[in-house]
Structures are given as structure tokens and as C-alpha cells.
């Protein structure tokens, strides 16, 4: 069945970085599909952080992290990454991967991605 493990996550103070990766199996054709990075904290909707396109020719930042993080994958190692910079408390929530519901197509929200990771908690203190 389709796997998605997220690692990385750890607790750091304000202004440090963190890399996330997810790691994908239990199925073909991993290029196909979008993948993204969602977040939840305590007490909040869960939210699109970043999202790529097959082939990475399209990625989505939220406005909330631009120029602080950055999405990629690496299809031969059915990875994705998300490189996290500049880290603020507001960003401490658990972080999610996962993956579009069908080959080729663009997820329209949450309800897009059928498949999802365990997740790893990032904790950013001041």
C-alpha cells in the first residue's frame, strides 16, 4: 500500500533551519503525481505549505514562508524536501506529506491529496 514517512523534524530556536524529507512507496510511477507539504498547529486548520508539480515545473509556497522555505524532489529516490529557513515560532506545528489523488492532475486543496504521512513535528522556540 502507499507509504509516505516523513523525517526531520526537531525542535530549534528562532532563525534556524530545518530539512524535512519524505520518503514514498507502495507504488509505481512516483513521477506522476503531485506532492505536497501541509501543517497543522494546536487549534488550526491544517495548511498547504508548499506543493510540486510532476516534473517540479510547478511549486506552490505559501505566502506565510516565501523566501523562507523551498519544496523539491527527487524522483529516482521518490523523495520530496522541504528546506526550511529563518524558522519563527509561528511555524511550530506538525508537518504533513502527501500526495495527489490522481496521476497528472492538480490537487484543488487538501481534499486533493489522498495519501498521507504519520508527520513530524518542527518546534520553533524564541
Known amino acids: 500500500q502507499v507509504q509516505l514517512v516523513e523525517s526531520g523534524g526537531a525542535s530549534v530556536q528562532a532563525g534556524g533551519s530545518l530539512r524535512l524529507s519524505c520518503v514514498a512507496s507502495g507504488y509505481s510511477h512516483y513521477y506522476r503525481f503531485h506532492m505536497a507539504w501541509f501543517r497543522q498547529a494546536p487549534g488550526k486548520e491544517r495548511e498547504e505549505v508548499a506543493s510540486?508539480?510532476?516534473?517540479?515545473?510547478?511549486?506552490y509556497i505559501a505566502e506565510s514562508v516565501k523566501g523562507r522555505f523551498a519544496i523539491s524532489r527527487d524522483d529516482p529516490e521518490r523523495t520530496i524536501d522541504l528546506q526550511m529557513t529563518d524558522l519563527k515560532p509561528e511555524d511550530t506545528a506538525m508537518y504533513y506529506c502527501a500526495r495527489g489523488a490522481n496521476a497528472w492532475a492538480r490537487p484543488l486543496g487538501p481534499q486533493g491529496y489522498s495519501f498521507w504521512g504519520q508527520g513530524t513535528q518542527v518546534t520553533v522556540s524564541s
Open positions: 510540486i508539480s510532476p516534473g517540479a515545473g510547478e511549486q
